[in-house]
């Protein structure tokens, strides 16, 4: 078997909670009093496996097990995608690959030298120059000036920012300083690349050019260790995945089939969730009775993006002459909140906003309707928010109810079917023949 | 857990050798000296970074390394020559006190700028791994230019001086080959204390509004502005535990015949300075390790 150039043996990582951030002198004396005068035992605890622990706590529960007994061997040359929801684990891995960070217990080994790009353009500082923050923050990254120099002028070129690399930087404008700081970045020449997020930064055609850089990496055989929300790009540049949840690994494979898993665990049934009377999320103010999507001539999930839908929120109220909200966000399959919504924004009838009309006890239905091209093609999830006086909230369903957007027939047709963009407005387009004068004038 | 790296097969990388482990955190007196001589550009780059970024956007630009000085000696020629009238051993006041600032404010910036490592580069620290001591040795390096700026100004004084005619001012001489190692004494004293400083303000916040203050009164402690011999003997022994005190009086010695050069005094005083430099480099070792996770 190919030796490893990474290995994670049973790597476990405890944050304490409440009292991150610097403790004041006074904690401190205050815990070393009670324990060393007042001879007061200190409570240890005891992780899943039985073992006594490192981590001291005052009170039971405040420990947080950002990684608990996660192991891996990656080879030399993988690209290996790591995903999870916010909070699984993935970005304290990264940070103890990286060196930032030590595990709890546990042990990594790393063969060969490691560049981690947590961030891009750490250490630049605004009052240098763009060629003095690129040797600094070279350098930061383990770059010898040597390859700094040598690779100058490729690192400019790529950044595309040659005209103001004698300018501070504090001058640029923060995408032309992070097209310096990846330009930077990509020419490191380590033998493990760790990259957290960071092509979430720039235009889409930076974007692009930093995602063939990556490629390129991995094609000259650099290990290349990369953690994304965006699942299209972790997909396709990643030929391995592991997934993360709660600090323990899920599942670790080939990413098809790892991604899949991991979209179809983040989603719901359907377009439609009805409970029970007494059943359904909410309090002894409101309870949800149900949610449900549905097209002007059909109800379904799956739509056509020039037709208008709408969403219907089923409640029962308890509390009479309640002054009610409702609230619905909408989450694309990249975790990108598209927006927020509030019943309170439109009006009834009468012209009057909803809120100053507060509601009896009963039963009833809220239906919001969206309008025809205003969302791109793709899959998006509903939360759903219902609100006692604007902010107290009763009843949430969150990513519960999804919906698929269609492209149209004639669309499909012409274009590829890959618009890019989060939204895919239809906007008002004209063309007219002008005059060279009317070309002067403007 | 067997740690003995493994004879490994020729791959196709054959930069694979013995591997980095990364293992739960061990606080112990174990500095990888061959790993800061690799970031030996990055400190240097720090060290340009220090020099170039602090003085953009000033009017008199560099010049205030002079400045700095010239005002402070000019404050204590008048506060504590002219009007406290405290002695300075027979030497102008000017270059008493000039003399005595090259070295103390070598320290004292050393301290004072070294003790801020972790809470200024916090977010640095945060996402990317180099030898954390590279800040403060960078630090170290980026105040010698300061260092040659205030002997420059003290020779240039010394030299009028002598010139007007100045009784007991001695001629150039070997000693003041010393000077360098009295500088290295008081940088190595800095380094110590900003070790120290900086591993405890990582921790204890509260503790960067102590530095200056606690600055401030070792300055008074020190012979800067009077000379040891001026001191009642009821402090001596106190002020001869100072380590800051031996490598001061040294260099007034040198260059203006003035200070007291005690070989016990100055044994005592390198092994203080041992004791905290070692200490410091423990203790900063620790919050390496720890400052991230409570950053």
Redesign the interface.
Known sequence: M??P?I?VENVAKC?RLGT??????KE?LAEWWSKRIKKQTVVYHDDAWGEKE?CKERAVGKDLWALNDVSMIIK??EVVGIIGKNGAGKSTLL????????????????????A?L??VG??F?P??TGR?NT??NG???????KDIVRNFDAIVDFSGVEKFIDT?IKRYSSGMRLRLAFAVAAFLSA?IVIVDEVLAVGDALFQKKCIDKMRERARE?RTVLFVSHQLAVLGALCPRAIWLEKGRVVEDGPSDQVLSNYIGSIRSKGGQKTWAKGEGPGDEVVKLLGVHISSPDKQSNQLIIDEPFSIHIDFELFKPNTKLTCYITLVDKHENLLFQSASLCSTSEDGSPELETPYNRGDYRLSCTLPPNLLTNGHYLVNVYLAENLHNPRAVSEREIEFTLHDSPQWHTVYHPHWPGLIRPKLHWETKPISSTEINIS | MDTTPQPLPSTSTPQLGRPLVIRPSRPLLKIDWAEIWHYRDLLMLLVKRDFSSKYRQTILGPLWFLLQPLLTTCVFSVVFGQIARISTGGVPAILFYLNGLIGWNYLAQTFTMGATTFTTHADMFQKVYFPRLVVPLSILISNIFSLLVQLGLFLGFYVYFFATGTEGLPLPNITWGLFPLFVLHLGLLGLGCALWSSALTARYRDLSYLVPVLVQLWMYGTPIIYPLSAVPAAYHDWITLNPATAPIEGIRHIFLSAGVIDYNLYMRSIGITGIILLTGLILFKRAEIHSTDTA
């Open positions: 190919e030796t150039i290995e944050y991150l951030g610097a403790n004041s002198l401190s490192h030399p040359g940070k103890i690959l990286a060196r930032v960070t030590t595990p709890t217990k546990g042990e990594v080994r790393l063969r060969g030298r490691t981690s947590l961030e750490t250490g500082h009052d240098l003095e040797f600094l350098a930061i990254l383990g770059m010898s000036k501070p033998e055989g």
